[in-house]
């Protein structure tokens, strides 16, 4: 720009120009450093937001300056190409692009662009339908219920019976059941071959199907689905009493009950839909398990209502705003505890904070470090040796924008226990004995410590399978003298890991003479002689 209004001084009067260019000489290098020194830098980003429906993201990303020349790039592989793209020419640090057009439960890469300066392409998961059979495709055969015959595949009819809120004395059973042909919808399925369907016709009652999805990281939850129905309400008195509904509850289903939570949709009489609508809404998830009920309810026994469910869907709101990676984790004794690392990458730069505990209910939070990173390294100590994993989880905030956790994983704090400890005494010869033993992790320094009894010091014999890691150890001691007792103890351990020592001290003898005497003598079928074992042949 300042050099074409240079060239337009210069036409105009050139002697001018040269004053004007000498003048400005200085400036426009002062302006190039200027902008060389402080080139616009992508501080975060790209952050993928899954949308619902689950074709479409949102891409968030920001700059340390502001700029209205912002492009998002998707694709279907990290080096392209990039069939699919978004613009944000609003001057901002915070850029936002909806990028629409994607294919559900599939992966991408995107990556942006801000005034040339390019990020990386991170990819990302269109959200996951966490609902099985969701379609209403497959259906089993169920008996000893008295609102059908069938129920969907992953789903479970349920009915409060008797059902009957103002005593008219007209409840009765629910109907339930795969494509049934009443208030028909227009087509027959919203999704693939088969529905959902239910209905009553001048009764009361309250049912419908319900399933329970597990396992659940807190947030978020978008429930959506195609729903079609109809009230025949020429007879209708009083028509908030006839509902049809799905909703998404925080918790477990609880039998006997009517549902309660988040109404994600809900149609009163009168009325009708049968051209199929498109229903969502969103439930927070604290309990870790979430309940979707599809419901016909009748109060009040004046009319007839039909419902028909299909393409439900369940998702995190939040999909995968934060992608974690490269979890490793070691330990190393200090005193009697343990102290363990714990290390991770995150796509961007976020806070850094770890739950652990002994299950996957956590109970210890390690302290929130507010600085934003990708590669973060949690230190714990102190933990308490266990013979069982524990449990831990990562988690990684956007101040102000994200908020996500990482799946559950484990780290070990070896507590080793030794167990099948044996000593073989080689009868044959009499002056070896073998000692072999187990250890519930893999251990890679194994020692036996042995003495005649009586003596001040113990000889040490390391397995020849150190240092290689394992979970079954054996050493021979030799050589032995014979017709003595020997005492003995294992250790096992090594790379960081706290010993485990057999104490106190066991035994076992050496023949008095070798050869088969001895060898009749303490084993009726031949080979070494346990320690604490029997003789017993067949
Ligand atoms: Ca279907």
Redesign the pocket.
């Known amino acids: 720009m300042i050099t074409l209004a240079v060239e337009v001084f210069f036409l105009y009067n050139p002697a001018k120009t040269i004053t004007l260019l000498v003048r400005l000489m200085p400036m426009l290098c002062l302006m190039l450093l200027g902008e060389g020194a402080s080139a616009l830098t992508i501080t975060y980003g790209p952050v993928v937001a899954t949308q619902d429906p689950p074709t479409s993201v949102k891409i968030i990303w920001w700059t340390d300056q502001a700029t209205s020349n912002n492009t998002a790039y998707v694709g279907s592989s990290p080096t392209g190409p990039w069939a699919l793209s978004g613009t944000n020419p609003a001057s901002a640090t915070r850029h936002e692009v909806l990028i629409t057009g994607l294919v559900g439960d599939s992966t991408y890469y995107v990556y942006v662009d801000s005034a040339g300066v390019s990020s990386t392409p991170v990819p990302f998961r269109t959200g996951t339908n966490l609902l099985i059979n969701?379609?209403?495709?497959n259906w089993h055969s169920i008996s000893g219920v008295s609102w059908g015959s069938q129920e969907p595949d992953g789903w479970h009819g349920w009915e409060i019976y008797p059902w009957d809120p103002y005593s008219s004395g007209y409840q009765n059973h629910i109907t339930i059941q795969m494509d049934r042909n009443t208030g028909v919808p227009t087509p027959l399925?919203?999704?693939?071959?088969?529905?959902?369907s239910m209905d009553e016709g001048w009764r009361t009652c309250y049912g419908g199907l319900f399933q329970q999805v597990e396992s659940l990281q807190p947030g978020d939850y978008i429930v959506s689905g195609w729903v079609a129905w109809k009230f025949q309400d020429t007879h209708y008195q009083h028509y908030a009493d006839h509902k049809v509904e799905i909703i998404a509850r925080d918790g477990p289903h609880v039998p006997g009950q009517p549902p309660t939570g988040t109404v994600i949709w809900q149609a009163t009489a009168p009325g009708e839909e049968l051209n199929w609508k498109y229903v969502q809404g969103v439930v927070k998830c604290t309990s870790g398990t979430l309940t979707v009920y599809a419901n016909l309810r009748s109060d009040f026994p004046d009319g007839a209502s039909f419902v028909h469910f299909?393409?439900m869907r369940l998702m995190s709101a939040q999909g995968v705003a934060i992608g974690f990676s490269n979890f490793q984790t070691n330990y190393s004794y200090n005193g009697s505890s343990y102290d363990v690392v714990i290390s991770y990458d995150t796509n961007i730069p976020s806070t850094t904070q770890v739950e652990w505990g002994p299950t996957s209910s956590y109970g210890n939070t390690t302290p929130y470090d507010p600085t934003l990173v990708t590669h973060h390294v949690v230190q714990i100590t102190g933990v308490q040796p266990s013979t069982t994993p524990y449990h831990y989880r990562a988690r990684a905030t956007v101040p102000g924008e994200y908020d996500n956790y990482s799946a559950d994983r484990t780290f070990d704090a070896p507590q080793i226990v030794l167990s099948n400890i044996a000593a073989a005494v080689d009868v044959f010869a009499g002056v070896s004995c073998t000692v072999s033993w187990q250890t519930n992790f893999q251990t890679s320094s194994n020692k036996v410590y042995y003495r005649k009894v009586g003596d001040p010091n113990y000889t040490v014999v390391q397995c020849s399978t150190d240092p290689t890691a394992t979970s079954q150890h054996t050493c021979v001691l030799a050589p032995l003298e014979l017709g003595t007792t020997y005492q003995y103890h294992v250790e096992s351990g090594g790379a960081g890991m706290l010993f485990a020592v057999s104490m106190p001290d066991r035994t076992f003898q050496t023949p008095a003479q070798p050869g088969h005497n001895m060898f009749y003598g303490f084993s009726l079928v031949g080979g070494p002689i346990l320690e604490h074992g029997d003789d017993v042949g067949p």
Request: aromatic share 8%; hydrophobic share 30%.
């Open positions: 969701s379609s209403f495709e399925t919203k999704d693939l071959a088969h529905r959902a299909d393409g």
